[in-house]
C-alpha cells in the first residue's frame, strides 16, 4: 500500500460521463466530465450511440488525469461505474455497434415483457418482474431486429467500455442482476430464462466479481494500469456512501432516485414492489445483497420543467420558487411520465398535476415538483421498512438535486427520519474507486471505507405527525390518478 498513489473512478451515467481521480484519503482531486446526446427517435423510446459513450470514456480520463497533473505510475488501479441496464449489441469482429444503446428508460419492450407468460420464475430467479427497465428484454430486441445471423458481443455499459479499454469481455454481478437473465443464488447465466428471452448464452460476458483485476488498460494516459473495480453506479454509490451492513441505506437523486438497503449476505424477497439485486461482491467473498427502490423521474421532472415548460431557467432556480411559497397550495404532481416503477410496477401509468385552482402560482408548481421527489422516497422505504420489518433511522443523501436545501428538509419532514449528506457527495464515483482500490491492496479493507466517510450536513424532521400522514395521504390519493391511462 502506498498512500501517496491514486484511484481513478470512470462513471458513465445516463446524462455525461466522468472521471474521478481520488487521494488515498477518498478525497476529491480532479473531475473531468462530458454530455452525450439523448436520442428520442420515438415516444417512449431512448437511446445512447455507445461509440458517443466510449469517446466520451477516453476523454475523460485523459482529462482528470491531466488536470491532477499526474500520471499512469501515480495510479494504483482504475474502477468503471456505469448506468445499470442499459444494453449494448456490438459485432464480435470489428467491434461496430450494430445498434444503439437501448436505455434503461426506454419503453420499446412492453410487449416482450407482456409475452413472458411466466413473470413468478423470473421473479423468484431474478429478484425483478419482467419489466421493460431490465436489460434481457433490450438484448431480445436488438438481436431480433438487427437478425440473429450476426456474430455479435453483448453487454451493459460497464462490459462495453471495459470490452474496449482492455479486450475483456466480462461483467459484474451488480450489472449483471439487471438483466432478467442471471441467478441470484448462483450469481451465473441461467440458460432457461436466457432461452425464454431468446438470448444465446455464447454471447454474454463472463461474471467475475466486483473487486479484481478484471485486465489493464490498452492505450492512453493510464496506459498499464490495472481495471480492478466493476459496479452499476447505484451499488457504487451504496458502497462509497459506507453502507457496508446489513439495515445500512442510501438514497441517490439524480435522474432518477435509487434507494437501496444493505441486508448482507442475506437475499430478502419483496412483498411490497421492490427490487432484490446484489448490492456487491469482493473478489473471493460472498456477494452481499440489497432491496432496492427504484424511481425513474425525479431530478428530470425539473429537467423537464426547465427545456419544455421553460418555468426555471436553470435546476437551481426551482429553489428560489419554491420558496415564495408557504406550502403546495394543494397541488400534487406525480411524474409517471413512463409510467411507475417501484413499488407499483404500472406501465399503464401516466403523469398528472392535480389540486389546481385560480389560488395556484409557479411557486406551487416548483414545491409539488420537489415534494414529488419526497413521496416518492416516502413509498419505496415505506415498503423497506414492511419488507426488512426494521425501521429506518436515518437516511444518508447524494446526488445532483441534494444540494436543495428545501427538498432535504421536506425528505426528512415527511419520512419522520433525519437525512444526511457526506462531504464527499461523489459517492458513485467513490464507490467504484473503493471497489477497484480494495482488489490491489491500496486500500486494505471495508474498515478504510467507513473511516474515510464523513458527514457535511444533516437535516432533522420538524414536521408535526398529523400534518405529515395528511400530505402523504393525499399524496397517495393522487397517485391512483394516473393509473390505467395507458390501454
Ligand atoms: N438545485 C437543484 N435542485 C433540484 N434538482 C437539481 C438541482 N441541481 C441539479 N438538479 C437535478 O439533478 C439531476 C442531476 O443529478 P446527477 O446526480 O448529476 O444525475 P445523473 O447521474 O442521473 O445524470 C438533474 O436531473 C437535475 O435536474
Ligand atoms: O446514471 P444515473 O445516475 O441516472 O443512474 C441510472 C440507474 O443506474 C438506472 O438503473
Redesign the pocket.
Known sequence: MDATRYVAAL?Q????TRCIVFDHAGRVVSVDQREHEQIMPRAGWVEHDPTEILRNARAVVEGAVAKAGLEAKDFAALGITN?RETAVVWDRASGEPVYNAIVWQDTRTDKICAALGDHDTFRAKTGLPPATYFSGPKIKWILDHVGRDRDVLVGTIDTWLLWNLAGVHATDPTNASRTLLMDLDTLAWDPDLAAALDVPLSVLPEIRSSSEVFGHLRDGVLAGVPIAGMLG?QQAATFGQACLSPGEAKN?????NFVLLNTGTEKVVSHNGLLTTVCYQLGGQDPVYALEGSIAV??????WL?DNLGIISS??E??EHARTVEDNGGVYFVPAFSGLFAPYWRSDARGVIVGLTRFVNRGHLARAV?ESTAYQTREVIDAMNADSGVGLTSLKV????V??EL?MQFQADILGVPTIRPVVNET?ALGAAYAAGLAVGHWESEDDVRANWAQDKRWDPMLDPTARESLYRTWKKAVTRTFDWVD
Request: charged share 15%; net charge negative; proline share 0%.
Open positions: 462513471d451515467g445516463t446524462t455525461s448506468q453506479d441517490t437523486y439524480g435522474t432518477g425525479t431530478g428530470s421532472l425539473v429537467q426547465r435546476a437551481a426551482i429553489e420537489l447524494d446526488g445532483g438535486m444540494v436543495n427538498l458513485t
